[in-house]
């Protein structure tokens, strides 16, 4: 069972707006809403998996957190340069090293594999609890 969990602000105010029994699609359709402002959180419950998705419009972070580990996907850039890029997650502008800013294709990927079992090739940081 997949349950995405959308957050929703209006200024200070925050939302959340639950859909349960959700779909792939469904979970692509409401990432595909994110714009970074009203909407720049979301998360999905898919079986022992929390995935957390931040961000909007063309540049996104993925963390799953799962009871062993913490996985943040990685983009495919093979940039030494720690370059630090502001991104709004959760209504808070933060700074993430460019490694951890992924596209709509990179976020599309991880959730057919995650939640379809699908092997893709992606990079994913594992940070063992």
């Not at 200024?11 to 994110?34: F, N, P, Q, Y």
């Not at 940039?79 to 700074?95: D, P």
Request: with cysteine; proline share 1%.
């Amino acid at each position: 069972m997949i349950t995405i969990y959308e957050e929703r602000r209006t200024g200070a105010k925050a939302d959340t707006v639950e859909h349960s029994h959700a779909s792939l699609e469904k979970c692509l359709e409401v990432i595909r809403k994110m714009d970074g402002f009203t909407c720049s959180q979301i998360s999905i419950q898919h079986m022992d998996n929390m995935i957390m998705i931040g961000g909007g419009s063309h540049e996104f972070i993925v963390t799953v957190e799962s009871n062993t580990a913490i996985h943040n996907l990685l983009n495919s850039t093979e940039e030494e340069e720690e370059e630090m890029v502001e991104l709004t997650v959760g209504g808070q502008a933060c700074e993430f090293p460019q490694q951890y800013i992924v596209s709509m294709e990179l976020v599309e990927s991880a959730l057919l594999q995650l939640l379809t079992n699908t092997s893709t090739e992606l990079d994913w940081e594992i940070i063992e609890k």
